[in-house]
């Protein structure tokens, strides 16, 4: 059941927020405030949010299927390492900067912020979904195996201790 409901909620809820943490920080270092610190206007903001629901939806229906793709191949294979996530961030922002910008590539500013949304997308994955990748294999496995031999587990197995060896001390003779 848990399987169940790892592929149904959590999975497409760590997509969701992922595209979420990847869309701001793209737009972060576009958000302005006053000088004196304070936010400039309600209508920016609201402008703001658009940006970034906007941003996110972009970033969600461009990454669907090869996050889908991803997705299948870490949680059949349970590869949940950290660097493997970084590492499919960065190789898939890489790609998105050759793909989208054929002609030329982008500013420096531009490129780095597609790299960092990458990263930010496969950090926020990894932390929700991602380190648990392929963990429903090992309890279907385990399950499978109590209903073939029984509900109970194996008792553990008991090793004696070992006996001494070769003992240098002896015991005084008794008094009696």
Known sequence: ?????????L????????????????????FERGA??????????FQWAI????QAAQIGSTLLLP???????TEIAGLSSLVFHLVA?????IAVIFLAYREGAPSGGVQAAIVVSGLVFALTYWL?????????????????????EGAAPPPPKRYAAPAPQNSTTTMPPADG
């Open 36 to 45: 004196d610190g304070r936010l400039i206007d309600p209508v920016y903001l």
């Open 11 to 30: 999975l497409p809820l760590a997509f969701v927020v992922s595209c979420g943490t990847s869309a701001f920080a793209l737009l972060w270092p576009y």
């Open 128 to 148: 929700i979904a991602g380190r648990s990748a392929g963990s429903w294999r090992q309890t279907t496995r385990r399950s499978k195996r109590d209903r073939m």
């Open 89 to 93: 961030g960065l190789v898939g922002s």
């Open 1 to 9: 059941m848990m399987t169940v409901l790892r592929f149904i909620f």
């Open 51 to 54: 940006a970034y629901f906007a």
């Open 67 to 73: 996050w889908a793709i991803f997705m299948a191949v």
